[in-house]
């Protein structure tokens, strides 16, 4: 008989496909219980790794995002109503995640993450999932993810592709970090954004339920981690690829020269 540290009898039964795994079993599902995740941005990304991640009982999750709900969010941000539009959206993201699972601790923080407040606002947490929009918070979530040794799950999304890592660079040789692969931010205006560019609905469904996926492997060192992979999805096709990544040693934040 497996050992079920401090589970009520609705926990055992809420979690009972995650404690039949052997991978997972009990320890596993005490374990995500008793974890911390942040999740950057209540929008396509965030949508379905809030979602996943209230569902598998990470016990508490974090939700920052300065946004309010926009009638065009719809079309991908499926944690949001149309009766959500105008309403801030930590805090309608935290009603659709109380209607999942009552259990999760959901801590809202209505504002950007800034230089100012990152490191304070991570520190909280024990892992960390990037579903930003632009490129000025994704390089800070990896800066300050790497100063304070979190694990970050990262992912991005436009038009019809997708790309999802791992980054835990103070682990060493192997372990790169996204200024490794990409050392500077390009400027706002090189890249287009979704709302200039379009992105395909489902597609936010495929890389936030594979972030999700990351972030509770991460947690349970469980399988192979993406740290040191690029995986990148073209919906057009259908394929998944995946490339190698090696870490710089004269990255700018995770190098040694
Ligand atoms: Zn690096």
Redesign the pocket.
Known sequence: MTVLPDMTEAQIRRYARHIVLAEIGGTGQARLIASKVLVVGAGGLGAPLLQYLAAAGIGTLGVIDDDTVDLSNLQRQIIHRTADIGTAKVESAQRALADINPEVRVVMHPRRLTEANAQQIINGYDIVADGSDNFATRYLVNDVCYRLRKILVSAAILRFDGQISTYK?WQGAGH?????IFPTAPAEDAVPSCAQAGVLGALAGTLGALQATEVVKEILGIGRSLSGRLVTYDALEASFEEMQIA??VD?P???TT
Do not use: S
């Open positions: 660079a790169p970090c996204l200024r490794c870490k710089r990255c934040t995770c190098g």
